[in-house]
């Protein structure tokens, strides 16, 4: 299961923002892969009613940066190990042009994520809002649409507001219904630059190579208590076939006994 959560990117309806957004189709890099990478646990946490269990995973992030006198971008990837996921998925770009000083997100509007409801929305966005704040957090961020679709749903319409909202976006809406919605431009000083580290942390390579020992110590002890108790039905078991064949014995001689006295009681 995916969810998807609005991301800034040029508003459709103010002509203003439109004019001095960055035309995607002129920007460089477009076959940019990641190229460092780090390890993140997931915590587990409690069975979600829409997005289903939530058990303990690793993922991997990746990351790659790039910058000249007109642009910058960082471009941040969720790698699953054993699990595809489409191109759009997990994949949050932050362009900055340098010319219009502003700074808007890709590579669509919206971020789908895959697990879903973990954290790893709110961890891309803080690590965009960090990179960018280091030398451009006076810079303006584009606004955005919200997709329609989105709203359709009251849960799913109420966590995507406030992903936003708890990151240092204003969410507003043109109409009632909160069908409308979208989010108002602001300053790259303005996006928080936390997550949820009790959902999302990093694991370093010293950490993981402990985890690991850790893991294959207590898969030893648990062979060991395995093998323990497979001794012991085995013992059991040959306690149990002498017990029958003891039983056995007593039941026949029983019988024996038995007939051997009724024929010693009608032969007098």
Not at 94 to 117: T, Y
Not at 182 to 196: I, M, T, Y
């Amino acid at each position: 299961m995916t969810t998807t959560e609005a991301i800034p990117e040029p508003t459709a309806d103010t002509p203003a923002d439109t004019t001095e957004a960055v035309d995607a189709a002129s920007l460089p890099w477009a076959d940019v892969q990641a190229e460092h990478f780090k390890m993140l646990r997931l915590a587990p946490l409690a069975t979600d009613r829409a997005t289903g269990v939530r058990p303990l995973r690793f993922v991997q992030f990746g990351y790659a940066e790039r910058n000249d006198k007109h642009h910058s971008l960082l471009r941040m990837v969720i790698q699953l190990p054993g699990q595809r996921v489409r191109r759009e998925q997990n994949h949050l770009d932050i362009w900055v042009d340098h010319d219009k000083q502003r700074v808007h997100f890709g590579p669509g509007n919206s971020l789908e994520i895959e697990p879903a409801n973990r954290g790893i929305g709110r961890f891309l966005v803080a690590q965009a809002a960090a990179w960018a704040k280091k030398k451009w957090s006076h810079y303006r961020v584009d606004g955005v649409d919200l997709a329609n679709k989105d709203a359709l749903n009251e849960a799913t319409r109420l966590r995507r507001d406030h992903f936003l909202r708890i990151q240092g976006f204003d969410v507003a809406y043109a109409d009632v219904q909160h069908l409308k919605g979208n989010v108002q431009p602001g300053k790259v000083s303005d996006v928080l630059d936390s997550w949820n580290t009790e959902k999302v942390q990093f694991v370093e390579m010293l950490e993981a190579a402990q985890m690991l020992q850790q893991a294959e110590h207590n898969l030893a002890e648990q062979e060991v208590k395995l093998r323990k108790e497979e001794e012991k039905v085995t013992k059991f078991k040959r306690e149990d076939s002498g017990l029958r064949f003891t039983i056995t014995c007593l039941v026949a001689f029983t019988v024996f006994q038995a007939g051997l006295l009724i024929w010693i009681a009608t032969h007098r």
